[in-house]
């Protein structure tokens, strides 16, 4: 089986909420494409409950194509920690924890329910199960600790 670089990361070392660059890979027409770590809670200590982890992945969805070109995808992690981000070139951590915290202030204090997309059954597979409150309180929590451009040492931007 392959070895996937997400499970070969010391969980017990990293200081979330944090942006890692987890690899760059360049295409056989040479387009390159960057996967991030978007590490919102710290690993094995806390985990976002699905509701507001899924009203996140709706916002991010949107928000973060607002702050950002190039975003591909923003999907969750299945521990609930937090979630990948592939984009199209090869932005920097800063530049994505910028885009990050811009987005997450915007769930955070600018959202109303009318702003989340996709929540009837005809555009969400488990449209039942969201929650923009904790969205919200989750999204100032994880504010108010800050967003490191760093995994491992706290470099908060």
């Known amino acids: 089986m392959a070895k996937v670089e997400s499970f070969t990361l010391d969980h017990t070392a990293v200081k979330a909420p944090y942006v890692r660059l987890i690899t760059r890979e360049t295409g056989t027409k040479g387009d390159v494409i960057s996967n991030f770590d978007l590490r ?9 409950p699905t509701a507001g982890l899924h009203t996140i992945e709706h916002l991010l969805a949107g928000y973060l194509r607002d702050e950002m070109d190039g975003v591909i995808d923003c999907s969750p992690f299945g521990c609930r920690t937090g979630f990948h981000l592939i984009t199209w070139g090869e ?67």
């Open 91 to 157: 932005q920097s951590t800063e530049e994505v924890a910028k885009a990050l915290k811009a987005a997450l202030h915007r769930i955070a204090f600018d959202t109303e329910w009318k702003d989340v997309q996709g929540t009837d059954k005809y555009s969400c597979g488990n449209y039942r199960d969201h929650s923009l409150f904790s969205a919200k309180e989750w999204s100032k929590d994880i504010l108010d600790k800050g967003i490191s451009k760093d995994p491992f040492k706290r470099e908060v931007i």
């Open 40 to 48: 919102l809670v710290q690993p094995n200590t806390n985990a976002i």
